[in-house]
């Protein structure tokens, strides 16, 4: 039996992250037994230096089970345009095997007007649809636009949405209206059906400077995550040197029966100081190790 410890205590022993390794790298992971189950996932932008096909063999050899795509214009993998300009070959492009399926997009669309941007997010949600993808993620507009005229353009794009069967989150992001956590849980509660992607990094290292963000909860319906410090320059740390709860975390979203994906989103930067598979790996085990 693996003893007890804190999540930074697991990041100092090595011995019980390999014991985790070998118990429960397959095991999907129990927020709450009677309601579903959650999963811990990782995005694709953990490994952009790579092609699509080798950023995804390497998820896999890491033994994650489940995938956060992003869809990105200006993204190395996969584009929306080339999603809306053939949708079967997009989904062949994000199938590796059986072990590993994706289970969410995060959506970044440039389009030349409104009715573009709807084409284009109407061939995601197809291929969300054949790809057995729930949920999808895209940043709210910009901090400097009227919250009138967002609410309007994203009660629009969760009924395109809802018809494709498809849940519409925005995600908490600096430089966007979502980037105080009081104007993100409004936004929701004036669009009916918009959830939250929660990324506390952009809560620690924003605006919001650290301040409790604890009113999005009830709104969440997916996370990204890293490890960030809230001195300039440390959106992103090592695991185990910044702010972030994971603990915390995990514990406010169980207290809303959170049944979804916990999402490793480690930046592939130019010129990273780590290994990029160590610290992923490392976060997975964490995450796992508290659930």
């Not at 809306?84 to 994706?102: C, E, F, N, T």
């Not at 709860?245 to 916990?262: F, T, V």
Request: with cysteine; aromatic share 6%; hydrophobic share 40%.
């Amino acid at each position: 039996m693996v003893p007890a410890v804190s999540g930074l205590d697991l990041l100092d022993r090595p011995d019980i992250v390999s014991r985790l390794a070998v118990g429960w790298a397959d095991r999907p992971l129990k927020a709450d037994v009677t309601e579903g189950t959650v999963f811990v996932a990782c995005s694709t932008l953990c490994f952009t230096k790579h092609p699509l096909d080798r950023a995804l063999r390497l998820i896999g050899e890491l033994e994650f089970n489940k995938l956060d795509v992003a869809i990105d214009e200006r993204g190395p993998h996969l584009k929306p345009s080339e999603v809306a300009a053939d949708v079967a070959l997009a989904a062949q492009r994000i199938r590796i095997g059986p072990s590993l399926s994706p289970a969410a997009f995060s959506v970044e669309i440039e389009a030349a007007d409104s009715e573009d941007y709807r084409r284009q997010l109407k061939a995601i949600c197809h291929l969300a649809r054949i790809s057995h993808v729930s949920l999808i993620t895209i940043p709210a507009a910009a901090n400097t636009s009227r919250a009138d005229e967002e609410v309007r353009r994203l009660a629009g794009l969760v009924h395109l949405t809802e018809t494709e069967g498809i849940l519409l989150t925005v995600e908490t992001r600096m430089g966007t209206l979502t980037e105080i956590p009081d104007q993100a849980a409004e936004l929701c509660r004036q669009v009916p059906g918009l959830g939250l992607t929660l990324d506390p990094s952009h809560y620690i290292s924003g605006p919001n400077r650290g301040a409790s963000y604890d009113q999005v909860y009830p709104f969440v319906r997916h996370v990204h995550l890293r490890d960030t410090g809230r001195e300039p320059g440390h959106f992103q740390v090592r695991v185990g040197q910044g702010q972030i709860e994971y603990g915390r975390i995990i514990a406010q979203l169980a207290r809303y029966h959170y049944n979804r994906l916990l999402t490793v989103e480690i930046y592939d930067v130019p010129d990273s100081p780590y290994v990029m598979e160590q610290e992923v790996r490392k976060l997975k085990y964490l995450l796992e190790s508290l659930i």
